[in-house]
């Protein structure tokens, strides 16, 4: 038989055999976004019709615009509780413990799974299953069920097709491969719906999501000659707007679309910290080591950083200073 991912074919029977009887969290990252959520549920779901007592928790609330995606059957418990419940923990789409919270670094050391796709991952599980060229961590999911024969539902079906729908932007990104689209085909005929996905996930924004998309667009500005594009979110502006952190959610995309830029970044002011987004048109500008030199990381096309300790106006130049060497190695190197 061929594998859709022979390399991880094993390691992912291990993990369900060590499911087994166990009562499993599935843990997601902060500020979660499709391929967050929708791994969660689909591999809540595998477990479950395994016999499996499984939930999910996350450090922030399932955003507004996803929240189609979790049945009502399925529970999202609060940290304590999932520590109450003495749960084993599997980490999704978390390129460290750290990525959910200190918190639940600190509640889980080492956790029983991680399942994820991102470049820094260092392995910090009992057993791992990363494969960074995939496009998503929901299609790593959705190929090993479809390796192992297990039966995917209409409810996991939805969250795998909208996990790699967002983290591939709609099948555009350079991830994107025929194994992705082979496999959001069989999703389809397990039950995902298409036009709803598009409608619940990209036509449902609130006019304080459209101000706030506004507020950025009217702060950007290009460096290296057009290649470099920043945008600002300063504080106060989700008062400003009734919007929250979810709603800036891909507006750093807008900055990286402008005709010539390379890099698009979003840098927010938020309770006194800085936080930053970037999003690069080519694999080789590997922003997530540029994020590693902010405490962050990520993928080499989409990574994010955070400023600990630093105001606006120390941070933006050292910014802006290394996202310009780097497009500028980048052009150096392509001679």
């Given amino acids: 038989m061929s594998f859709l991912y022979p390399q991880l074919h094993d390691a992912f029977a291990r ?67 999932a520590l109450a419940e003495r ?69 996991a079906a939805a969250g795998l097709y909208a996990g790699i729908a967002t983290d591939t932007g709609q099948f555009r990104f350079a991830a994107t491969t025929e194994r992705t689209f082979r496999l959001a085909a069989s999703l389809l005929a397990a039950g995902a719906d298409p036009a709803r996905m598009g409608l619940e996930l990209y036509e449902r924004e609130t006019f304080g999501k459209l101000q706030l998309l506004q507020r950025f667009l009217s702060s950007l500005e290009t460096c290296a ?13 989700y008062e ?19 005709d010539g830029v390379e890099i698009g970044a979003l840098v927010e002011v938020r309770k006194g910290a800085l936080k930053g987004s970037l999003r690069a048109k080519s694999a080789d500008y590997r922003v997530d080591l540029i994020a590693a030199q902010f405490n962050g990381g990520g993928h080499a096309c989409a990574a994010g950083l955070n400023a600990k300790g630093e105001t606006l106006e120390t941070f933006l130049p050292r910014l802006r200073a290394a996202l310009v060497a780097r497009v500028e190695a980048v052009a150096a190197a392509r001679r």
């Fill in 87 to 155: 749960r084993d923990a599997i980490f999704v789409d978390c390129a460290d413990r750290n990525r959910a919270s200190a918190r639940f670094a600190e509640a889980f050391p080492r956790p029983l799974g991680n399942i994820d796709h991102h470049l820094s991952n260092p392995n910090y599980a009992e057993h791992n299953l990363v494969d960074t060229p995939s496009a998503a961590t929901a299609e790593i999911l959705a190929g090993l069920a479809q390796d192992a024969g297990l039966p995917i539902d209409t409810v």
């Fill in 15 to 81: 993990l369900l055999a060590a499911s087994a009887g166990r009562r499993v969290v599935v843990v997601g990252h902060a500020r979660p976004d499709g391929d967050c959520i929708g791994s969660q549920v689909a591999l809540a779901c595998l477990l479950r019709a395994r016999g499996v007592d499984a939930v999910c928790c996350n450090p922030d609330p399932v955003p507004r615009r996803l929240g189609f995606l979790v049945p009502s059957s399925l529970p999202f418990v609060t940290l304590e509780t």
């Fill in 225 to 237: 000659d057009g290649r470099v594009c920043i945008g600002l979110l300063p504080e106060g502006v």
């Fill in 240 to 258: 400003e707007t009734g919007t929250n952190t979810e709603d800036s959610e891909g507006l750093v995309d807008y900055a990286r679309s402008i």
